[in-house]
């Protein structure tokens, strides 16, 4: 449940699989502020070198493009076991849970699928772009490292909207971020 301030809940453990799943997003959701951390240090050091007359760092912009999406995508896992994505609840919000969790469940396996769909594509890509031997312009960065680093953050969001889907079919079974 959200406090006064608006901050977000925090997740309770209720068993063994979704320890792991906490965990696992946690730690990426972790790496992905270290890795925005970092950007934003780069940055810095471009914009201050730049002011200063000793230049820019090579490439800051391409590798401020790659460096976000791979850091905003592993913040989706912990976001998805949280149940805070963008959703449209005004209908189902103030229905009976026994109404409720089926339709919950079925938004969260449509989640599941679209999930599904962007780890294939995302995979389809990354070996496209490694086979055609595609670069960034200044750097040289291989486009096909930072596709293919999009991928576990999109194959953890996937399996946590299908632990959530799961938990919303069982009565018993406690629904990780749920309002309650």
Not at 17 to 23: G, K
Not at 144 to 167: D, K, N, S
């Amino acid at each position: 449940m959200q406090d006064p301030m608006g901050l977000p809940h925090e997740l309770v453990e209720h068993d063994k699989v979704e320890h792991y799943l906490i965990m696992a997003g946690k730690t990426m959701a972790i790496s992905g502020g270290v890795l925005f951390i970092a950007l934003i240090a780069m940055s810095l050091v471009s914009i201050i070198g730049r002011k200063l007359g000793f230049g820019s760092v090579n490439g800051d912009i391409e590798l401020m493009q790659a460096g976000t999406a791979v850091a905003a995508t592993a913040f989706l896992p912990y976001c998805t076991l949280l149940g805070e994505h963008i959703k449209v609840d005004f209908f189902t919000e103030n229905m009976r849970d026994s109404l409720k969790r089926p339709i919950d469940g079925i938004a969260e396996i449509l989640f599941a699928a679209v999930s599904a769909l962007l780890v294939w594509r995302t995979i389809l890509s990354a070996i496209a772009t490694h086979e055609s031997q595609e670069v960034t312009t200044l750097v040289s960065l291989p486009l096909w490292i930072p596709t293919a680093l999009l991928v576990p953050g999109l194959f953890l969001m996937m399996i946590c909207a299908i632990y959530r889907a799961y938990a919303h079919f069982h009565p018993t079974k406690n629904i990780p971020g749920a309002h309650k």
